[in-house]
C-alpha cells in the first residue's frame, strides 16, 4: 500500500496556471501508474490524467489536452499535474491516485491508492 499526499491546490484567476503535486511514502512510485482524478460539486468523479510508471505513455481527457502535462520523479517518488491556461469549469478537488499496473488510463475501478484530495478553484 502506498500513502499519497497531493499539494498545490488554491485559487487562482481564469487563465493563470498552478502546479499539483502527488508525494508518496511507504513504498516507491516506481512501479505505479499514477493517475490525477477531479471532483466538482454535484457532478461525479473525473480522470483527468495518468502516467505510466516509465513515464512513456500519459492519458488526458478531452478538456484537457494542450493544457494539463503530468510527469513524474521517480528519485523525488512524486508525481506532477501542471495545469496552464486554467477555467472555471477546471474547479475541484483533485486527487492522485495509484494503480499496481505498469500502465492504464485514469478508470478509478484500476486505482487502489488514494489521497486527500486538494482543492483546486478557478475564478476572478
Known amino acids: 500500500q502506498v500513502q499519497l499526499v497531493e499539494s498545490g491546490g488554491g485559487l487562482v484567476q481564469p487563465g493563470g496556471s498552478l502546479r499539483l503535486s502527488c508525494a508518496a511514502s511507504?513504498?516507491?512510485?516506481?512501479?505505479?501508474?499514477i493517475g490525477w482524478f477531479r471532483q466538482a460539486p454535484g457532478k461525479e468523479r473525473e480522470g483527468v490524467s495518468s502516467?505510466?510508471?516509465?513515464?512513456?505513455?500519459?492519458y488526458y481527457t478531452n478538456s484537457v489536452k494542450g493544457r494539463f502535462t503530468i510527469s513524474r520523479d521517480n528519485a523525488k517518488n512524486t508525481v506532477y499535474l501542471q495545469m496552464n491556461s486554467l477555467k472555471p469549469e477546471d474547479t475541484a478537488v483533485y486527487y492522485c491516485?495509484?494503480?499496481?499496473?505498469?500502465?492504464?488510463?485514469?478508470?478509478?475501478?484500476?486505482?487502489?491508492?488514494w489521497g486527500q484530495g486538494t482543492q483546486v478553484t478557478v475564478s476572478s
Open positions: 491516485a495509484a494503480a499496481a499496473r505498469p500502465w492504464t488510463p485514469p478508470v478509478a475501478y484500476f486505482y487502489d491508492d
Open positions: 511507504g513504498a516507491t512510485l516506481a512501479p505505479y501508474t
Open positions: 502516467i505510466s510508471s516509465s513515464a512513456a505513455s500519459t
